[in-house]
């Protein structure tokens, strides 16, 4: 073979793995639901976990209306319209950490639980399998469900629920797991202390599902109520639904993990502006990617943090220009949306808002181990303070990007801005 003929060869193959990166938004649509509250973000926090989610061809989501009812809709996938249901629940709209998430069991059952933040619990579920209207409020387990926060539902590949929260407040609370069993429709509790403050510090976690019942969780301590002394991040992995867990090289954890035993998978320290509660989740073979931001060169960045061949590694992005730091408590309103990340064989996505891109909706995309990027912006206009959440279920099993918009407003430590009710939208994305 010339030489010509192989540089023909080497430059083909670099030209395919460059388009197939800045192609890959082929094609966006997008439906609207209905009218949401947009005073401040508790409809667009990425801590919602599930603000969308589908089940055999049926596809549901939630948020507030402008007087702040829970409203429920769904449609069968592929269709326009949606079938809302204003129920007959409310929630503390003024403080953003009261953010609704859903699930929905493998008897079609419409899980839901809302307006939390070192309060009683509040859950309940749909009536009827596949339906909108909900019963009246239900306890779980009766256990540690006074002063719950960030509450969260996941779905194992057995069909069993589980259900995360922090028992505590901020700087000082544990994370709880609980579990569902379909078949006798009844919740048991299985960690009532997984990640230990020590009554000193808090877990700000994210968790994912993989194969196989595994469960995947990272998370940053955070020694005060303040944001700025966030710091290190850390993992755990269980092999059992969430009843035992050990670290990436496979050693148990002596439970409950707390700041001495907890592996550190990235070590950061405190006034890094580190973020907390962005996203993580697992390739085929098993593997952690972590995506949160923080500062190690003067301007906060987009950053992953991956475990491939044994080791953990850093991933970077430069996508922000301009500093800002983190500090201070409450619900921030920050230049930068906290992130989601996907990964699609060897492509890794972000999902990401920045104010220097007219705060748009942006997805990037990247080759795992290369330093390249692409962007595309899947939003026609601004959506404000939005932070991403999309519809991981149906990624899971088709890979088919549906992500949960509306426009929303957020003042500095949880203030509030009037404005017009903005549209709650689903924007698809084709890639």
Same mark, same amino acid.
Request: with cysteine; glycine share 6%.
């Given at each position: 073979?010339?030489?010509?003929?192989?540089?023909?060869?080497?430059?083909?193959?670099?030209?395919?793995?460059? +388009?197939?990166?800045?192609?890959?938004?082929?094609?966006?649509?997008?439906?609207?639901?209905?009218?949401?509250?947009? $005073?401040?973000?508790?409809?667009?926090?990425?801590?919602?976990?599930?603000?969308?989610?589908?089940?055999?061809?049926?596809?549901?989501?939630?948020?507030?209306?402008?007087?702040?009812?829970?409203?429920?809709?769904?449609?069968?996938?592929?269709?326009?319209?949606?079938?809302?249901?204003?129920?007959?629940?409310?929630?503390?709209?003024?403080?953003?950490?009261?953010?609704?998430?859903?699930?929905?069991?493998?008897?079609?059952?419409? !899980?839901?639980?809302?307006?939390?933040?070192?309060?009683?619990?509040?859950?309940?579920?749909?009536?009827?399998?596949?339906?909108?209207?909900?019963?009246?409020?239900?306890?779980?387990?009766?256990?540690?469900?006074?002063?719950?926060?960030?509450?969260?539902?996941?779905?194992?590949?057995?069909?069993?629920?589980?259900? +995360?929260?922090?028992?505590?407040?901020?700087?000082?609370?544990?994370?709880?797991?609980?579990?569902?069993?379909?078949?006798?429709?009844?919740?048991?509790?299985?960690?009532?202390?997984?990640?230990?403050?020590?009554?000193?510090?808090?877990?700000?976690?994210?968790?994912?599902?993989?194969?196989?019942?595994?469960?995947?969780?990272?998370?940053?301590?955070?020694?005060?109520?303040?944001?700025?002394?966030? !710091?290190?991040? +850390?993992?755990?992995?269980?092999?059992?639904?969430?009843?035992?867990?050990?670290?990436?090289?496979?050693?148990?954890?002596?439970?409950?993990?707390?700041?001495?035993?907890?592996?550190?998978?990235?070590?950061?320290?405190?006034?890094?502006?580190?973020? $907390?509660?962005?996203?993580?989740?697992?390739?085929?073979?098993? $593997?952690?990617?972590?995506?949160?931001?923080?500062?190690?060169?003067?301007?906060?960045?987009?950053?992953?943090?991956?475990?491939?061949?044994?080791?953990?590694?850093?991933?970077?992005?430069?996508?922000?220009?301009?500093?800002?730091?983190?500090?201070?408590?409450?619900?921030?309103?920050?230049?930068?949306?906290?992130?989601?990340?996907?990964?699609?064989?060897?492509?890794?996505?972000?999902?990401?808002?920045?104010?220097?891109?007219?705060?748009?909706?942006?997805?990037?995309?990247?080759?795992? +181990?290369?330093?390249?990027?692409?962007?595309?912006?899947?939003?026609?206009?601004?959506?404000?303070?939005?932070?991403? $959440?999309?519809?991981?279920?149906?990624?899971?099993?088709?890979?088919?990007? !549906?992500?949960?918009?509306?426009?929303?407003?957020?003042?500095?430590?949880?203030?509030?801005?009037?404005?017009?009710?903005?549209?709650?939208?689903?924007?698809?994305?084709?890639?």
């Amino acid at each position: 073979m010339s030489v010509l003929k192989s540089i023909k060869i080497v430059c083909a193959v670099i030209m395919m793995s460059l +388009c197939s990166i800045q192609g890959f938004a082929q094609e966006i649509q997008k439906s609207t639901v209905g009218l949401g509250w947009s $005073n401040n973000s508790v409809n667009a926090v990425v801590f919602r976990g599930k603000a969308l989610t589908t089940y055999k061809n049926i596809q549901f989501t939630t948020y507030y209306n402008p007087e702040g009812k829970l409203v429920l809709a769904k449609r069968n996938l592929g269709d326009a319209q949606w079938q809302v249901q204003t129920t007959q629940y409310s929630g503390n709209v003024s403080d953003a950490h009261n953010s609704i998430s859903i699930i929905v069991d493998n008897e079609g059952y419409v !899980h839901v639980s809302w307006d939390q933040h070192n309060t009683k619990l509040r859950y309940a579920k749909s009536i009827k399998p596949f339906g909108l209207e909900l019963s009246e409020e239900l306890t779980m387990t009766g256990k540690q469900e006074e002063r719950v926060t960030y509450p969260e539902f996941h779905k194992l590949s057995n069909g069993k629920l589980l259900f +995360c929260y922090r028992s505590g407040e901020s700087g000082r609370g544990n994370m709880v797991i609980n579990e569902y069993n379909v078949a006798t429709q009844q919740w048991t509790q299985l960690q009532n202390n997984l990640l230990d403050g020590e009554e000193q510090r808090s877990a700000y976690w994210q968790m994912t599902v993989g194969k196989n019942n595994t469960v995947y969780i990272s998370w940053v301590w955070r020694e005060t109520w303040d944001v700025s002394t966030n !710091h290190d991040l +850390c993992f755990a992995m269980s092999e059992d639904g969430g009843r035992t867990w050990k670290n990436s090289e496979g050693k148990a954890y002596t439970l409950p993990i707390n700041a001495a035993s907890a592996e550190v998978a990235f070590k950061i320290p405190q006034n890094s502006s580190l973020i $907390n509660q962005t996203s993580m989740t697992v390739d085929k073979k098993g $593997n952690p990617y972590i995506a949160t931001y923080w500062n190690s060169d003067s301007i906060p960045q987009y950053k992953i943090v991956y475990k491939r061949k044994g080791k953990w590694r850093l991933k970077e992005t430069h996508f922000h220009k301009e500093t800002f730091s983190l500090g201070g408590g409450g619900t921030k309103s920050i230049p930068i949306a906290r992130p989601k990340v996907l990964v699609d064989n060897k492509t890794i996505y972000l999902l990401f808002r920045d104010e220097e891109r007219n705060n748009k909706i942006t997805l990037a995309a990247s080759k795992i +181990c290369k330093d390249r990027w692409a962007l595309t912006d899947v939003s026609e206009s601004g959506v404000g303070q939005w932070e991403p $959440n999309y519809d991981d279920s149906l990624w899971k099993s088709t890979k088919q990007l !549906h992500i949960f918009s509306q426009k929303v407003i957020q003042v500095d430590g949880e203030g509030l801005q009037e404005t017009t009710p903005q549209p709650v939208e689903i924007i698809e994305v084709s890639l």
